[in-house]
């Protein structure tokens, strides 16, 4: 597989991937999704929005770190070699739907035809049983399984199938595009002053050529 093939099927798990944060879960219910700055015996610190927080152990029901893995109220991590429970096949649907919602599935499904066509034709074929969307998208549910609850899975849904989620999701390319213009024209602007510093003979002005003296007697 050339390295071009595998970029585009990174870049695509980049995108169809769930951003990692850590999680914590409160016995009223609630789900707050946070950086965890510090944790004791006594509370926990968390991070939200840029704005801190605390809450006591008595408050907390479990708390999942985006890198380390679940972690037990009294802070004791849990062993990740422990195998998951299976997903139910309401919450496995519920998983579909939403990377369908989503756009994530045309998204990889048009990546995938673009790969197999630009392939060599001796290679298309092995590509197809490759590239294989739904079994890609079977591979990832336990990833979603660990972040999202039934009930995210459903405001989810419900939100990308909204008219604002249609606009969100028909405006984000457009959005980035600009955005990454606007940022290229910022440190263009901030690196410039620095460039001109560096090098003193681009930005020294030109001596202005001397006067015509007007009482100057012409050659004939």
Not at 40 to 59: L, Q
């Amino acid at each position: 597989m050339s390295a071009k093939i595998i970029f585009l099927l990174l870049g695509l798990f980049v995108f169809v991937l769930p951003c990692r944060a850590d999680v914590v879960y409160l016995k009223d219910g609630r789900r707050i999704e946070c950086k965890i700055l510090e944790q004791t015996e006594y509370a926990y610190k968390i991070e939200v929005n840029g704005m801190p927080m605390m809450y006591y152990p008595n408050e907390v029901a479990k708390v999942i770190r985006g890198q380390e893995g679940p972690v037990s109220p009294a802070g004791t991590i849990l062993s990740s070699q422990q195998p998951a429970p299976p997903i139910s096949a309401t919450k496995e649907e519920l998983i579909i739907r939403l990377v369908a919602a989503n756009g994530a599935r045309e998204s990889m499904a048009r990546i995938f035809q673009q790969i197999i066509e630009e392939a060599p034709k001796e290679n298309q074929a092995q590509l197809k049983d490759l590239l294989k969307v739904d079994e890609i998208i079977k591979r990832l549910a336990p990833i979603y399984d660990k972040y999202y609850t039934e009930d995210d899975l459903k405001e989810l849904i419900t939100f990308y199938r909204s008219p604002v989620g249609v606009k969100h999701l028909q405006a984000t390319p457009k959005v980035m595009a600009d955005t990454l213009q606007e940022a290229v024209k910022y440190f263009q602007e901030k690196v410039g002053p620095f460039e001109a510093k560096d090098n003193p003979e681009n930005s020294a002005p030109t001596s202005p050529k001397p006067a015509a003296d007007q009482n100057a007697v012409p050659k004939k």
